[in-house]
């Protein structure tokens, strides 16, 4: 727990890398649904576009995390490779729990004028280009 709120501290200071800052926001957010801290991740980490996405559909932020996390034990995440290119990152990830199979996922995020937030959550992994 100590390493995800030094990283968290590290989001927030200027010296930190973009890549530093993208993975902090990332460790947050499994913080976060770990401890089903469902207000955080609704205030702090999703960005404005994926919050409109489900206001637009008609369910409240706390209210569609209930719906995703509320049922998963134990949950892990694992941070891969980090890409960032201009206001936009992608992190691939590797998540698990309880009873659950792992999956490879991609999350995708913006730069917003409140820092880095996550716009997208589990994308399938980008293609790595053959060579």
Request: aromatic share 4%.
């Amino acid at each position: 727990m100590a390493a995800v709120a030094m990283a968290g501290a590290l989001g927030g200071c200027g010296g930190a890398s973009e890549q530093d800052q993208v993975r902090a926001k990332v460790e947050q957010f499994a913080a976060a649904a770990a401890s089903r801290n469902y207000a955080t991740i609704c205030a702090q980490v999703l960005a404005p576009s994926l919050l409109g996405r489900l206001a637009a559909s008609g369910i409240n932020c706390e209210q569609a995390m209930q719906v995703g996390f509320g049922g998963v034990s134990h949950p892990t995440l694992s941070i891969g490779k980090i890409t960032v290119s201009g206001s936009h990152a992608s992190v691939l990830t590797l998540s698990s729990a309880q009873g659950q199979q792992a999956a490879l996922t991609t999350v995708g995020l913006t730069r917003t004028n409140r820092g880095w937030r996550i716009a997208s959550l589990g994308g399938p992994p980008a293609a790595s280009p053959s060579k």
